[in-house]
């Protein structure tokens, strides 16, 4: 099913995540075509704890994938 998704997709997992374990996030990353996988190791679920770490990442990502036209 994730082979279908053609958009960018970025994956973001916390290693301490207790509810949803690194290897789900690894592989949505592995079976979405154009997936990027960044695990923090010491985040929690939904790095929660480490909001000042990720949004940051994400917004970058965000504005990279925008500019280079690929959202669409």
Not at 13 to 31: K, V
Not at 42 to 61: F, Q, T
């Amino acid at each position: 099913m994730l082979d279908r998704v053609t958009q960018p997709l970025l994956v973001i997992h916390g290693g301490r995540d207790r509810l949803f374990p690194p290897a789900h996030a690894e592989r949505i990353a592995r079976e979405a075509p154009n997936a990027t996988l960044v695990i923090y190791p010491d985040g929690n679920h939904v790095c929660n704890n480490i909001a000042y770490k990720y949004r940051p990442l994400m917004a970058d990502w965000l504005k990279e994938q925008l500019a280079s036209g690929r959202t669409r």
